[in-house]
């Protein structure tokens, strides 16, 4: 357990977005506790000029409720058009996502056909490979069987052949001897 007096590993302050400016910035305005700039409705407000005499400023509500009407008109047609062929629009688009992941499953199925082709044929290399390498061990166990057989006949024919030479010795010893 930790105590009071113990300082935690974990770092003091913790920097998010370092590498992302935008998200930086909105991460420091919330921090400051700052509101959020909301869309600007006073442009779509349909007012007047505070002086009724103001002439510029009559031209500037007019120009503003002008561009009001054909952003409606253009929204109102978008409607209309959405109404009008986007079901059509949406039903065509489905066909064709619902074509593509046919074609998807289509070649997902293929290559899991050649994945399983490729594992059999590598199945059946390394089953024969492996009765090529039991062959090869056999053949090497063998080898080294009749090897150890001959280093022991080898030795002792060695010792057979000191034995001899020693019993020749003690013979020429006894020759000498005699003689």
């Known amino acids: 357990m930790r105590r009071k007096g113990d300082r ?23 921090k400051r506790k700052e509101t959020l700039n909301v869309l600007d409705t006073e442009r779509y407000e349909l007012k007047g000029p505070a002086d009724e005499d103001d002439v510029a400023g009559w031209q500037a509500a007019v120009d503003n ?13 978008n409607l209309e058009l959405l ?15 619902e074509s593509y992941l046919k074609n998807i499953q ?12 490729i594992n059999r044929e590598r199945k059946a ?7 090529s390498l039991r062959s090869l061990e056999n053949k090497w166990s063998d080898l080294i069987s009749q090897n150890l057989q001959v280093e022991i006949a ?26």
């Open 8 to 30: 935690s590993d974990l770092p003091m302050q913790v920097e998010l977005f370092e590498s992302q400016e935008t998200l930086k910035e909105e991460w420091e305005r919330i």
């Open 65 to 77: 409720t002008k561009a009001q009407l054909e952003s409606q008109s253009g929204s109102m047609f």
């Open 154 to 179: 080898c030795a002792a024919l060695e010792r057979e052949v000191e034995e001899l030479r020693h019993y020749k010795d003690m013979l020429e010893s006894k020759k000498k001897r005699v003689d």
């Open 106 to 117: 289509r070649e997902t199925e293929e290559y899991r056909g050649k994945i399983l082709e």
């Open 83 to 97: 109404q009008k062929y986007g079901a059509n629009a949406w039903r065509v688009h489905n066909y064709q996502l």
């Open 125 to 131: 290399e390394q089953t024969q490979a492996g009765g």
